[in-house]
C-alpha cells in the first residue's frame, strides 16, 4: 500500500495520465496540421487517447473511493498531482516533432497494452484488448511518417533527426520500473515495462532503417514524471485543458 490507498490508484493514475495529456497535446493540431487528412488522423489518435484516459481515470476514481470521476481527476488536479511521463507533455514544436514523439510513444504504448491483456485485473485488461488495436494504428501512422520524412528531402530528414533527438532522453523513463509498479507486476496487475525495452529497441530501430537513419545515441536520461516532478510545459498544457471546468465547476456539458 501507499499514501495514496490501493497502489492500482497510482498505477492507473499513469495509464490515464500518459493518454490525457499526449490526447491534449494532439488537439492543438486542429485545424493546423499540414492536411486535411493528417489534421484528422491526429485528432483520432487524440480522441483514441482521450477515451482510454476516461476508462482508467474512472477506475482509479471508483478505486479511490473519494467521489471523484474521470473529469475531477483530469480538471482538478494540479500539476503536481499528475503521474505521466515527461515525453507526453512536450510542446509539440514543428510536424515532424510531434511524429517523432507519437512514433517512439506508441511503439512503447502498443507493447504494453499487449502485456496488460493479460492483467488479472479484469477491467484494466478489458481497455488493453480495445485499445491495442486502436494503439497498433498510431504507431503504424507515426512510422510510415517517420520513414517518408527521414528518408524524403534533406530538409525533412533533419528535421526527423532532430525531432528524435529531442525526445530520446525521455525513452528510459517509458520502461522505468519503482516500487510500485514491480510489486503490482509480481501480482500480475500491472505489466514489467523493462521485459518491453528489446521488443520496443527492434521495432524502432526496423523503422529507423527503413527511413535510412541512425538510432540516436542515448544521452543522460530525464526521468520525474512518475512522481510529479514535471517540466513547465505541463502547468501551460493544464491551464488551458482545466480553463473552462475551473472557471465554471457547477457547469453540466
Given at each position: 500500500?501507499?499514501?495514496?490507498g490501493d497502489p492500482?490508484?497510482?498505477?492507473l493514475?499513469?495509464?490515464?495520465?500518459?493518454?490525457l495529456v499526449l490526447?491534449?497535446?494532439?488537439?492543438?493540431w486542429?485545424?493546423?496540421?499540414?492536411?486535411?487528412?493528417?489534421?484528422l488522423?491526429?485528432a483520432?489518435i487524440?480522441?483514441?487517447l482521450?477515451?482510454q484516459?476516461?476508462?482508467?481515470?474512472?477506475?482509479?476514481?471508483?478505486?479511490e473511493?473519494k467521489g471523484?470521476?474521470?473529469d475531477?481527476l483530469a480538471f482538478?488536479?494540479?500539476?503536481?498531482?499528475y503521474?505521466?511521463?515527461?515525453?507526453?507533455?512536450?510542446p509539440?514544436g514543428d510536424f515532424v516533432?510531434?511524429?517523432?514523439?507519437?512514433f517512439?510513444y506508441?511503439?512503447?504504448?502498443?507493447?504494453l497494452?499487449?502485456?496488460?491483456?493479460?492483467?488479472?485485473?479484469?477491467?484494466?485488461?478489458e481497455v488493453a484488448?480495445?485499445g491495442?488495436?486502436?494503439?497498433?494504428?498510431?504507431?503504424?501512422l507515426?512510422?510510415?511518417?517517420?520513414?517518408?520524412?527521414?528518408?524524403?528531402?534533406d530538409?525533412s530528414?533533419?528535421?526527423?533527426i532532430?525531432?528524435?533527438?529531442?525526445?530520446?532522453?525521455?525513452?528510459?523513463?517509458?520502461?522505468?520500473?519503482?516500487?510500485?509498479?514491480?510489486?503490482?507486476?509480481?501480482?500480475?496487475?500491472?505489466?514489467?515495462?523493462s521485459t518491453l525495452r528489446?521488443?520496443?529497441?527492434?521495432?524502432v530501430?526496423?523503422?529507423?532503417?527503413?527511413?535510412?537513419?541512425?538510432?540516436?545515441e542515448?544521452?543522460?536520461?530525464?526521468?520525474?514524471?512518475r512522481?510529479g516532478h514535471h517540466?513547465?510545459?505541463l502547468?501551460?498544457?493544464l491551464?488551458?485543458m482545466?480553463?473552462l471546468?475551473?472557471?465554471?465547476?457547477d457547469?453540466?456539458?
Amino acid at each position: 500500500m501507499t499514501a495514496l490507498g490501493d497502489p492500482r490508484f497510482e498505477y492507473l493514475l499513469r495509464l490515464g495520465d500518459d493518454a490525457l495529456v499526449l490526447g491534449q497535446r494532439l488537439s492543438e493540431w486542429c485545424g493546423h496540421a499540414p492536411t486535411l487528412e493528417v489534421d484528422l488522423s491526429l485528432a483520432n489518435i487524440g480522441l483514441d487517447l482521450i477515451g482510454q484516459a476516461t476508462f482508467f481515470l474512472g477506475y482509479a476514481g471508483e478505486l479511490e473511493g473519494k467521489g471523484r470521476d474521470a473529469d475531477a481527476l483530469a480538471f482538478h488536479r494540479d500539476v503536481l498531482a499528475y503521474r505521466n511521463c515527461l515525453m507526453v507533455e512536450q510542446p509539440n514544436g514543428d510536424f515532424v516533432r510531434t511524429i517523432a514523439r507519437q512514433f517512439l510513444y506508441s511503439s512503447m504504448h502498443e507493447l504494453l497494452l499487449g502485456a496488460l491483456i493479460r492483467s488479472n485485473d479484469a477491467r484494466i485488461a478489458e481497455v488493453a484488448a480495445k485499445g491495442v488495436k486502436e494503439v497498433r494504428y498510431h504507431r503504424e501512422l507515426a512510422g510510415d511518417w517517420v520513414i517518408r520524412l527521414g528518408d524524403g528531402t534533406d530538409e525533412s530528414r533533419q528535421r526527423m533527426i532532430d525531432g528524435l533527438d529531442w525526445h530520446w532522453r525521455f525513452v528510459d523513463e517509458l520502461f522505468q520500473m519503482d516500487a510500485i509498479e514491480q510489486a503490482l507486476a509480481a501480482e500480475g496487475v500491472a505489466a514489467d515495462r523493462s521485459t518491453l525495452r528489446p521488443a520496443f529497441d527492434a521495432g524502432v530501430a526496423a523503422v529507423l532503417n527503413d527511413a535510412t537513419l541512425e538510432m540516436p545515441e542515448l544521452p543522460r536520461a530525464t526521468v520525474g514524471g512518475r512522481v510529479g516532478h514535471h517540466s513547465e510545459h505541463l502547468g501551460h498544457l493544464l491551464a488551458v485543458m482545466q480553463h473552462l471546468p475551473r472557471s465554471y465547476p457547477d457547469a453540466r456539458w
